[in-house]
């Protein structure tokens, strides 16, 4: 952990963990510092992690890092690889099977921000921790 409300781990490809670490990270802060966390916050931070370490490992192979950060209402999740070539969301297509990541990445996040780094790029899409007044829990 690199302060209170972030976590850096490198990626080794595993999407399956990665979306473990992302759920263990909110349940943590969940239970350490009584942070109210929707469960739908939770999936879609984990489908989050999923469309993002999927286009490192298939587009970007080589070094690849995420970090998790909680910030006021919201969790950021990025991604850097060392592929700077910044992704570019595809035309709607009926008849496109598959390359709709970065679609369903802008669909379920409150921001999205893709940059080229020094070297590389890092993706950052920010998800809310509660969906509104209704969702709260002790």
Do not use: C
Request: net charge negative; glycine share 6%; charged share 30%.
């Amino acid at each position: 952990m690199n302060g209170e409300r972030d976590l850096t781990v490198a990626l080794d490809g595993d999407i399956a963990k990665a979306r473990h670490l992302a759920a263990e990270f909110l349940a943590r802060h969940q239970a350490e510092q009584g942070l109210n966390i929707s469960q739908r916050s939770v999936d879609l931070t984990q489908l989050v992690v999923s469309e993002l370490v999927t286009n490192v490992r298939k587009y970007a192979p080589g070094r690849a890092r995420m970090d998790l950060r909680i910030d006021d209402d919201a969790v950021e999740v990025t991604v850097w690889d060392s592929d700077p070539v910044l992704p570019v969301a595809r035309p709607a297509d009926a008849g496109r099977v598959g390359q709709h990541g970065l679609e369903i990445v802008k669909a379920v996040a409150q921001d999205f921000e893709a940059r080229r780094e020094p070297v590389g790029k890092s993706i950052t899409a920010r998800v809310a921790l509660l969906d509104g007044p209704d969702d709260l829990r002790p």
